[in-house]
């Protein structure tokens, strides 16, 4: 019995980011012209990763939440590499997160995790681009 009170309480806590995420996803894909995407995110121009990082950045939410938005950009035209980079971006780097981190570790600590996470992500997006 405690695995099924386990399962149920994290579906709970799952279940808002995830009408949250299929709700974006959707508004992205039926609301966001496919030229306002294709225009500025399906190009492989080497800005996209670094500005998809930084949009990323002020939101908050778990990595279940962000899968359908990213099948919504992935479907407008933007590069698997693209969108990946704004899932991790979304995940690890957010501003709530960084408030999070900043309890437990000095701006220091803090500013080099953020720099190594920034330079992973974005070199992530740039290889699957590259690849796919």
């Given at each position: 019995?405690?695995?099924w009170n386990d399962g149920f309480k994290i579906t709970k806590e799952i279940f808002p980011y995830v009408v949250l995420g299929v709700g974006l996803g959707a508004l992205i894909h039926g609301?966001?012209?496919?030229?306002?995407?294709e225009t500025y995110l399906s190009s492989r121009a080497w800005w996209t990763i670094p500005a998809v990082v930084l949009l990323g950045a002020p939101l908050y939410a778990n990595s279940v939440s962000v899968i359908p938005i990213m099948e919504a950009f992935v479907g407008k035209g933007v590069p698997l590499g693209t969108a990946l980079a704004f899932m991790t971006a979304i995940v690890t780097v957010s501003l709530p997160m960084i408030l999070i981190l900043r309890k437990v570790m000095k701006w220091q600590l803090l500013a080099i995790f953020l720099t190594i996470t920034i330079?992973?992500?974005?070199?992530?997006?740039?290889?699957?681009?590259?690849?796919?």
């Open positions: 019995m405690y695995w609301f966001v012209p496919a030229s306002f995407v330079i992973g992500i974005m070199f992530m997006g740039y290889l699957f681009n590259f690849i796919f």
